[in-house]
């Protein structure tokens, strides 16, 4: 539907017909003739959904982002990417200098601190090096975890908690033959 450079009266009668869920219940719940041109229904339509806009983030919100105490490497730097994408005309220097503020404290944050790279890409490069490490580390520590269950001894029969001795028996009432018979004709258990 085309309504571009339509009058004021056209654009209010077709601007509900966009409108559905809590929206169009908002439309319906504003008072009869208490608009008498669109720009006033967009400027409440504006002031009532202000806080359901969506924000988008500047590059002073880079910063924030921190590389957690367990997290790889990697999976910061895929993180920090995804926001950064999001950024619109960001500059490579703020870029770069906000994914190294972020890094966790360790040797490669000590790498990057002593080598100072200028680039985004000289830091990637160094980046995909410890990512490597990282993987390589990961991949020897399930090996070792592996090879470990390998070892155990493994015993096929399984083991079974002992009965307890008791010191004392109640002795039956009546023969051993004649209990199981009564056991078998009341179907308590199933024959062998």
């Known amino acids: 539907m ?27 719940s504003l008072p009869v003739d208490s608009i008498s041109r669109f720009q006033e229904l967009a400027k409440q339509f504006e002031d009532y959904f202000a806080a359901s806009a969506i924000y988008l983030h500047d590059s002073d919100y880079l910063t924030t982002i921190k590389q957690g105490p367990q997290e790889s490497l990697k999976d910061y730097i895929t993180r920090f990417t995804k926001v950064a994408m999001k950024i619109p005309d960001i500059h490579p220097e703020v870029h770069l200098h906000a994914i190294k503020s972020g890094l966790h404290p360790g040797k490669f944050q000590e790498t990057i601190a002593v080598t100072k790279p200028k680039t985004l890409a000289v830091f990637r490069e160094k980046a995909k090096g410890q990512i490597d490490i990282e993987e390589l580390h990961q991949a ?39 209990i199981i018979k009564e056991i078998l004709n009341s179907k308590l258990i199933k024959p062998p």
């Open 2 to 28: 085309i309504v571009n450079g339509a009058s004021d009266p056209i654009l209010c009668r077709c601007f509900p017909s966009f409108l559905d869920g809590p929206v169009l219940d908002w439309f319906c």
């Open 140 to 178: 020897r520590k399930a090996n070792k975890s592996a090879t470990k269950d390998d070892e155990k001894p493994r015993d096929n029969k399984k083991s079974f908690k002992s009965v307890p001795c008791y010191e004392s028996y109640t002795q039956f009432n009546a023969k051993r033959d004649d």
